[in-house]
Each structure stands twice: as C-alpha cells, then as structure tokens.
C-alpha cells in the first residue's frame, strides 16, 4: 500500500510541476505579445502648425501633452487641434521652446501606448521649427 501511495505521489508532483511550468511559460509569452501589441506603431509620419499649449501633467504618471493648431485652418476647432504627447523630456524641452511658433512635429502613433508614456496615441519624438 505504501508503495502506491509513493507512485501516486511521485505523478502528483511531476503533474505539478509540468502545470507550473506550462503556465509560467504561457505566462512569459503572454507578457511578451501585450508589451509588442502596446509598443507596435500604426503609422509615423508629420504635422505641421503652430504650437499653442504644452504641458507636464498626470496623477499618478507625469506625461508631455501638447496641442498644435494645424496649419491651413483658419478658426481653432476641435478639427483642428491636434493633440499629441512628447515622448520624453528632451523633447518637451524643444517644445517648450517653440511654444507659439510654427513648428513641425514627427511623431509615431502607437495602437495603445502605456500610460507612462503620454495621454494620446501620438507620440512626438522630434520637433523642428518651419520658417
């Protein structure tokens, strides 16, 4: 009877430990697929206009927000307002710099950035003033 009760614990185990391991490494992929899906980027490309607001903001993750007037618009509509997020303070300094100016922005849209790195799904990495 021991014996058994040995041979059952023994395949308990190893059942154990291979479930362990399979959902430790479901988990890895897992954690691998969401951290691709929030970092792919959708498209990259430029705006052009004229920067009329740019802030530090959040509660719980300080983020770059800015707003761009896009050029070509005559009225400042929600239409023609551009809101972006800069992708680290390096570039939100140049933006602060430029805040009034004509400027072109290139960005990188993400289909779901993480909250740290900015509000939108724009994320300027590089801003150069249009004269």
Not at 15 to 20: D, E, H, K
Not at 37 to 63: H, Q
Not at 66 to 77: D, I, K, N, Y
Not at 106 to 128: M, N, S
């Amino acid at each position: 009877m021991s014996v058994q009760l040995d041979q059952v614990k023994q395949k308990a185990k190893k059942a154990l430990r291979r479930t362990l391991w399979i959902g430790l490494v479901a988990f890895f992929l897992f954690g691998i697929g969401y951290y691709v899906y929030r970092t792919y980027t959708i498209s990259e490309g430029s705006r052009t206009g004229t920067l009329f607001k740019i802030s530090k903001k959040g509660v719980l993750f300080k983020t770059f927000e800015g707003q761009l007037h896009l050029e070509g618009s005559v009225m400042m509509t929600s239409q023609s307002t551009w809101d972006f997020s800069a992708l680290n303070a390096g570039v939100y300094q140049e933006l602060q710099n430029f805040e009034g100016k004509s400027v072109k922005c290139y960005y990188r849209e993400k289909i779901d950035p993480f909250p740290w790195q900015g509000d939108t799904h724009y994320l300027v990495y590089r801003v150069e003033p249009v004269q």
